[in-house]
């Protein structure tokens, strides 16, 4: 099979291009029409066939990959004209030293195919990279975001609590642990210039033989603030 070549100022002129000559390359255009149907190794957007054989039923059966790894600092910015930024994976990994930032004005929403299921985030290795964002909500934008393992702010646990799940009683059970264990000496001293209360939901603060914890002075420290 031949190809005509295009002829013009500093293109060789030889008469035909055999197609074991362009077999391996990268063809450039400006746009390319008509029937893309065989192309292999596009982009797939929202899914990934299980077959690239036109004729099997597995081309039209899909799958995603549960982790996007964010290996480079990168900022969702979409257009005014847009309804904001998506992905279909279940779980966003940020690497070291990396940030995702999103746009002022912007959303990103993850699994917004609604595939995951509860606790089917994977095991990660590394020191992990940076969101930064200027709010924070749940899926549905309409209410508070779910941190079932407790969230660390500013170098310290802010909630220690585990909810519970399956039926609307457990939907509406949470737990804390009644021990808090400290095995270094520790001081413990206010964040803020201005009169604090320091307080752990725990029940018991033990303080292993030989170690100190000691109360800054003029700070207070309350163990089971909650009356638990």
């Not at 930032?101 to 595939?115: C, E, P, Q, S, Y």
């Not at 059970?173 to 009169?195: A, C, G, H, M, R």
């Amino acid at each position: 099979m031949a190809f005509t070549k295009i002829l013009g100022p500093g293109i060789a002129t030889d008469t035909d291009i055999q197609l074991d000559d362009i077999l391996a390359g990268v063809v450039t255009a400006t746009s390319f029409q008509g029937d893309a149907s065989l192309l292999t190794g596009l982009p797939a957007g929202l899914g990934t066939a299980l077959s690239t054989n036109q004729d099997s039923p597995l081309n039209k059966i899909y799958f995603t990959d549960e982790i996007l790894s964010i290996g480079a600092t990168i900022t969702v910015n979409t257009p005014a004209s847009s309804t904001g930024g998506y992905t279909q994976y279940t779980d966003v990994v940020i690497e070291q030293d990396a940030d995702l930032i999103i746009a002022d004005g912007d959303d990103f929403t993850l699994d917004v195919l609604g595939l995951s299921t509860e606790g089917s985030g994977a095991v990660l290795s590394g020191a992990g990279g940076r969101l930064r964002a200027d709010n924070i909500t749940n899926k549905a934008g309409t209410g508070a975001p779910n941190f079932p393992n407790g969230i660390t702010v500013g170098g310290g646990a802010l909630n220690d609590e585990r909810k519970h799940s399956g039926s609307d009683f457990q939907n509406v059970v949470f737990e804390v642990p009644n021990v808090i264990e400290i095995t270094d000496d520790l001081t413990l001293t206010s964040l803020y210039s201005q009169d604090s209360t320091m307080f752990t939901k725990r029940k018991e603060v033990r303080v292993a033989q030989g170690k100190t914890l000691t109360i800054a002075p003029g700070d207070a420290f309350v163990i089971n603030a909650y009356g638990l």
